[in-house]
């Protein structure tokens, strides 16, 4: 038997993502972000929901992109101080010793030492109550040489993402490969 727990945002996993933005001066920001995930195929699609009050939301209204850098596991400590404190008063990149990098494609940075990163462009908005929704389209993703597979794609054993329980409020690593999607449910309804 199941018992409600209420209207909370306990689905699991939550993402631990950095978005990178730049200010009104071109000063570079990162916040942690927890409130995102895959929205749309084609265009391909990410959403990282911010509240108002947030610099990173403005930063995003202002300059109309952001970037979305996965931390792996041994960066935890750095993605945790970037949603510790606000970039209105405190240079993140230089406190933590990380290199913001200038992208290419969108007015927003990088985070070099992360190994996977997105490079988005404001594509909608939407508000939902405290918090607004960004689509970005991913223009680009880029991934150090390091976490790539034999085929060239992103390995996630290799890239070691960072999840978060919105509820304990702790992080967590990946886990070992459970088996193949779109292959382990065949044989049901046969």
Do not use: Q
Request: charged share 20%; with cysteine; net charge positive.
């Amino acid at each position: 038997m199941k018992k409600s727990l209420g209207a909370k945002t306990l689905l699991m996993p939550a993402p631990v993502w950095i978005v990178g933005t730049y200010d009104k001066d071109g000063k570079p920001n990162a916040a942690a972000v927890a409130w995102g995930g895959t929205c749309g195929s084609k265009p391909p699609c990410v959403s990282v929901s911010l509240r108002a009050a947030t610099y990173t939301h403005g930063n995003i209204v202002a300059r109309k992109a952001f970037t979305v850098n996965v931390p792996s596991a041994a960066f935890a400590k750095e993605a945790d101080f970037f949603g510790m404190v606000s970039g209105r008063t405190v240079d993140k990149f230089k406190a933590a010793g990380l290199t913001p990098v200038k992208s290419d494609l969108v007015d927003a940075p990088c985070i070099r030492e992360f190994p996977l990163v997105a490079e988005c462009r404001l594509y909608k908005t939407v508000e939902l109550g405290l918090h607004t929704m960004f689509v970005g389209e991913i223009l680009d993703v880029n991934a150090d040489e390091s976490v790539l597979d034999e085929s060239g794609s992103a390995d996630i054993a290799r890239v070691a993402p960072i999840i978060y329980n919105t509820h304990r409020r702790t992080y967590y690593g990946i886990g070992g490969v459970i088996g193949p999607a779109f292959e382990m449910g065949e044989s049901i309804g046969k």
